[in-house]
């Protein structure tokens, strides 16, 4: 059996983890020999308590790579895959973009904490890689647009790596919630996947039908209008210069590769054609079943309705400034036929809110969505995120939070089991 160790930042409460445990074969084992998780400004860290509940607490980190990378490199052991959801505050959707800070942004530069990892293990560093964000990356900052993802790209093909990406919508492959993210897959300089994409005649090729995230995720055949660029400069230059003749459109589309600073990106569209898990299938239907606080009071479904309804009105700035706010509707209650809308890390508590699930059941109550089915949205084991490592029970409040902040396993089983057919 092939072993590929697997070193987990920024780990959560384990979604990759559980993604390439389930890829896992007779034939290639996915084996985790380290991992880091820590929220900063968190007084509980419940996301790596969860974690080393599920998964024990040898060779787990809850201190602040950017500490453990500068101070205590050594704790981090040589492996053969790098995985992670780095941060995405400061690039998510849920921000206007005067607040999308992008790498500069707190949460933003902990990018280089990946960066200086694979530097300095140099010969050594992690053959492949595996990493999530939300897909505002590629046009991130508003002022400069793909600027972040230019340096990213940049740095790691000074490191020696091919990069492949492609903004996954995991409803489109079957899975049961509408979430859509940017998957970077990285190949160092040596491995069999790096020699096969430059041996490849026609990049398009690689994108559409042959490379590993094309494997994991099939998209349609057809012509494919490709945009090719070279990323100039130092990475001080890139990250000053890049886009700042269009700062409003960004070069990268939603799949692409990046080979010795060559860029190919092209549009694509997926290919599927299987079963499909609706939030009807993953929701508990006995209502005896939910606490009752998760049922919507009738006297405050008007304030629901206002929040989820369309709206054309004046407001005011707390300067003073007088504009006009529109926004479209939304459904309500959720539509039971579809996989769900994208979970946020405001879905907890029982306060009216524009972006929580709300579903009908079948006696004609409203009520929003428990922690379990939140996990079941993101394909985590029932209750995973229950009980902490010190026996505490985590607030569900901090649940759904945690689920706002985690990927769909299914994406990750995905891509594990092409990565690994490859390999």
């Known amino acids: 059996m092939k072993k590929i160790r697997v070193v987990e930042l920024f780990a959560g409460v384990g979604g990759f ?3 390439l445990n389930s890829a896992s074969d007779e034939k290639v084992k996915y084996e985790h020999v380290w991992s880091s998780q820590w929220e900063p400004g968190a007084s509980t860290q419940h996301a790596s308590q969860i974690y080393t509940h599920q998964f024990g607490a040898k060779n787990h980190s809850c201190e602040d790579i950017q500490k453990v990378v500068e101070n205590d490199f050594k ?4 492996h053969d895959l790098l995985v992670g959801g780095f941060p995405c505050q400061d690039y998510s959707v849920a921000r206007t973009l005067s607040q999308a800070k992008g790498l500069q942004g707190k949460k933003g530069v902990l990018w280089w904490s990946i960066f200086n990892i694979l530097d300095k293990k140099d010969k050594d560093a992690s053959s492949f890689l595996m990493l999530e964000n939300v897909d505002r990356l590629l046009k991130s900052p508003s002022g400069q647009r793909g600027r972040d993802f230019a340096v990213m790209l940049a740095s790691l093909a000074d490191l020696g790596y091919i990069v492949e990406w492609r903004v996954i919508n995991a409803a489109d492959y079957g899975l049961p919630q509408r979430r859509r993210r940017v998957f970077i897959m990285g190949y160092k300089n040596g491995t069999k996947i790096y020699n096969l994409i430059k041996k490849e005649k026609d990049i398009k090729n690689w994108i559409s039908k ?3 995230i094309a494997t994991a995720c099939p998209v349609k055949d057809g012509a494919l209008n490709m945009n090719e660029f070279k990323i100039e400069g130092d990475l001080e230059k890139v990250s000053k210069n890049f886009s700042a003749d269009k700062p409003t459109k960004s070069p990268f589309e939603n799949s692409g590769v990046m080979i ?3 860029v190919y990106t092209t549009k694509t569209a997926p290919d599927y054609k299987g079963k499909k898990i609706l939030l009807k299938n993953i929701i508990i239907e006995d209502e005896k079943k939910i606490p009752e606080e998760y ?4 006297e405050d479904e008007k304030r629901w309705e206002y929040l ?29 036929d579809k996989p769900s809308r994208t979970i946020v890390t405001g879905e907890g508590g029982n306060s009216p809110s524009r972006f929580k699930h709300v579903i009908k059941t079948k006696s004609g109550r409203l009520r929003r969505l428990t922690p379990l089915e939140l996990e079941r949205l993101n394909m985590f084991p029932d209750n995973h995120t229950k009980t902490m490592q010190d026996g505490r029970v985590t607030p569900d409040v901090k649940r759904a939070f945690i689920m706002g902040n985690a990927l769909v396993v299914g994406v990750i089983e995905r891509l594990g089991k092409a990565l690994a057919s490859f390999i």
């Open 210 to 212: 042959n490379g590993v």
């Open 17 to 19: 983890r559980l993604g």
């Open 260 to 262: 010795d600073r060559n």
């Open 308 to 336: 989820k309804g369309g709206k054309k009105e004046a407001r005011k700035s707390k300067n003073g400034f007088v504009y006009n706010y529109s926004e479209g509707p939304m459904a309500f209650p959720d539509s039971l």
């Open 75 to 78: 704790q981090i052991p040589n």
């Open 295 to 298: 049922y919507i009071k009738k």
